[in-house]
């Protein structure tokens, strides 16, 4: 585990392990925990803005129920709450604060207890599918993946993995899981969803879903240059290509780590999903993940505390911190995506915002002055190089792009017959600059005219 610095300003700390986050749309975010033997379980709201994460504003108590899991419902109107002794509530989002529209939960969850009695044990994951009508769900202790009607709350399917647990489930957009299943089956299927799922053995499957019928699509090989790679957690690109990206731990002798993935889509029916991009992503284990809503970030929490912002194009890693000196057990990112919640088993909540929003936080006057200044300068270069046109570098530069072999520079600035048209010293200029510009820099410069 590393060493967390002192609290920081985007950082608060709620007095118990926490375990699941969610962020609807506003400046306000839920967090949940507790765990008994002292600690009350509750869900705890605070308030992040301009850089600063509030103390507690609020809680809502749920008795022995210890929440595990928590996620916005479609429209971001309610929360549901996965409990570790089984079930789910769902609690409306309210407000008490007409000014400030400070946030209080009402629950009307009874259809959803009543549904779900009949599976005991801790929820895993939970996933709304991209139209927001389906919700799987995924246990802990009976390896049960349980896929419902939103908001009937109706189950559709159920079935059990040949796994100790499910840990992650997650819905492919429905656009790009049409196009994958009519291209494996040659016809357009009907009202079909794309879930994949990770296994407490480490397998990751993609399973076709529909009402009261699953079939398993794909089963997807981990890299293969470690002695031990697991998948540990799982979630589809929210556009373009259907990309299917997972974590996947791995342990070789002593040394153990992550790394991000890419799969997908096959070729062809019955072809295999292949690996098509890999990184390294941490050295210790990863515990949770995240997909902003437009796609654009993952966002991934690790065994040692770290939470790491991931730009999805390329999975190279755009941003680091420290969230926890424990475990990262949940992150989450905000609706418009400009920020990313992490929370973890030390009762710290961290919040990272991401290059959109540290770019779009400089102030209007701050940008004005700025503009001000640069219409300035360029003002007063113009006045300059007219006043001394044999000192503007730009009409070196374009023959340095005209002649663009060094020899041919020397010798027509040297001699009287074809002679560039330049003054004295431009001509100077041009020939030191074709006599040290290093050879990449010189290509740079020849490209960019």
């Given at each position: 585990?590393?060493?967390?610095?002192?609290?920081?300003?985007?950082?608060?700390?709620?007095g118990?392990?926490?375990?699941?986050?969610?962020?609807?749309?506003?400046?306000?975010f839920?967090?949940?925990?507790?765990?008994?033997?002292?600690?009350?379980?509750?869900?705890?709201?605070?308030r992040?803005?301009?850089?600063?994460?509030?103390?507690?504003?609020?809680?809502?108590?749920?008795?022995?129920?210890?929440?595990?899991?928590?996620l916005?419902?479609?429209?971001?109107?309610?929360?549901?709450?996965?409990?570790?002794?089984?079930?789910?509530?769902?609690?409306?989002?309210?407000?008490?604060?007409?000014?400030?529209?400070?946030?209080?939960?009402?629950?009307?969850?009874?259809?959803?207890?009543?549904?779900?009695?009949?599976?005991?044990?801790?929820?895993?994951?939970?996933?709304?599918?991209?139209?927001?009508?389906?919700?799987?769900?995924?246990?802990?202790?009976?390896?049960?993946?349980?896929?419902?009607?939103?908001?009937?709350?109706?189950?559709?399917?159920?079935?059990?993995l040949?796994?100790?647990?499910?840990?992650?489930?997650?819905?492919?957009?429905?656009?790009?899981?049409?196009?994958?299943?009519?291209?494996?089956?040659?016809?357009?299927?009907?009202?079909?969803?794309?879930?994949?799922?990770?296994?407490?053995?480490?397998?990751?499957?993609?399973?076709?879903?529909?009402?009261?019928?699953?079939?398993?699509?794909?089963?997807?090989?981990?890299?293969?240059?470690?002695?031990?790679?697991?998948?540990?957690?799982?979630?589809w690109?929210?556009?373009?290509?259907?990309?299917?990206?997972?974590?996947v731990?791995?342990?070789?002798?002593?040394?153990?780590?992550?790394?991000?993935?890419?799969?997908?889509?096959?070729?062809?029916?019955?072809?295999?999903?292949?690996?098509?991009?890999?990184?390294?992503?941490?050295?210790?284990?990863?515990?949770?993940?995240?997909?902003?809503k437009?796609?654009?970030?993952?966002?991934?929490?690790?065994?040692?505390?770290?939470?790491?912002?991931?730009?999805?194009?390329?999975?190279?890693?755009?941003?680091?911190?420290?969230?926890?000196?424990?475990?990262?057990?949940?992150?989450?990112?905000?609706?418009?995506?400009?920020?990313?919640?992490?929370?973890?088993?030390?009762?710290?909540?961290?919040?990272?915002?991401?290059?959109?929003?540290?770019?779009?936080?400089?102030?209007a006057?701050?940008?004005?002055?700025?503009?001000?200044?640069?219409l300035?300068?360029?003002?007063?270069?113009?006045?300059?190089f007219?006043?001394?046109?044999?000192?503007?570098?730009?009409?070196?530069?374009?023959?340095?792009?005209?002649?663009h072999?060094?020899?041919?520079?020397?010798?027509?600035?040297?001699?009287?017959?074809?002679?560039?048209?330049?003054?004295?010293?431009?001509?100077?200029?041009?020939?030191?600059?074709?006599?040290?510009?290093?050879?990449?820099?010189?290509?740079?410069?020849?490209?960019?005219?």
């Amino acid at each position: 585990m590393g060493k967390k610095p002192a609290q920081r300003p985007n950082e608060a700390k709620y007095g118990m392990a926490l375990y699941g986050a969610a962020w609807p749309e506003g400046e306000y975010f839920f967090v949940c925990g507790g765990g008994g033997h002292g600690l009350v379980n509750r869900i705890v709201w605070g308030r992040y803005r301009d850089g600063r994460c509030s103390d507690q504003l609020g809680d809502y108590k749920l008795g022995k129920e210890t929440p595990m899991r928590m996620l916005i419902c479609p429209w971001g109107s309610s929360l549901l709450v996965g409990n570790a002794n089984g079930g789910i509530r769902r609690l409306q989002i309210g407000s008490d604060d007409s000014a400030e529209h400070k946030p209080k939960l009402v629950e009307v969850s009874a259809a959803f207890q009543e549904s779900l009695a009949g599976i005991p044990g801790e929820v895993a994951a939970m996933r709304f599918n991209s139209r927001g009508n389906m919700l799987a769900v995924s246990f802990r202790e009976n390896s049960t993946v349980q896929v419902i009607a939103y908001p009937s709350m109706k189950e559709l399917v159920a079935w059990k993995l040949d796994d100790p647990e499910v840990k992650d489930v997650d819905f492919c957009p429905h656009t790009a899981a049409a196009a994958i299943l009519q291209q494996q089956q040659q016809q357009q299927p009907s009202g079909a969803e794309l879930l994949a799922t990770v296994g407490g053995n480490g397998v990751c499957r993609v399973w076709e879903v529909r009402a009261n019928q699953q079939q398993l699509v794909a089963t997807l090989e981990p890299p293969k240059d470690k002695a031990k790679c697991v998948f540990a957690r799982c979630c589809w690109a929210r556009s373009g290509q259907p990309l299917l990206f997972a974590l996947v731990n791995y342990r070789m002798g002593k040394d153990q780590g992550s790394y991000l993935v890419a799969y997908g889509p096959p070729e062809g029916p019955g072809k295999p999903w292949p690996l098509l991009k890999k990184v390294k992503a941490n050295n210790s284990p990863a515990s949770a993940m995240d997909i902003s809503k437009h796609g654009e970030w993952i966002a991934a929490g690790y065994s040692d505390g770290m939470l790491r912002v991931y730009h999805s194009d390329t999975l190279m890693m755009k941003s680091e911190a420290m969230a926890s000196i424990a475990f990262v057990s949940s992150v989450s990112f905000n609706a418009d995506n400009s920020a990313v919640i992490a929370v973890g088993g030390d009762a710290n909540c961290y919040v990272m915002e991401t290059v959109a929003r540290r770019e779009a936080g400089i102030g209007a006057a701050v940008r004005s002055l700025l503009l001000f200044l640069l219409l300035c300068l360029a003002a007063a270069a113009l006045l300059h190089f007219y006043q001394h046109p044999e000192a503007l570098p730009y009409t070196a530069l374009q023959y340095l792009q005209q002649y663009h072999k060094r020899p041919d520079i020397v010798q027509r600035c040297g001699s009287s017959e074809g002679a560039l048209p330049l003054q004295p010293q431009a001509c100077e200029w041009l020939q030191r600059a074709a006599e040290v510009l290093p050879d990449e820099l010189y290509r740079q410069q020849h490209d960019e005219l």
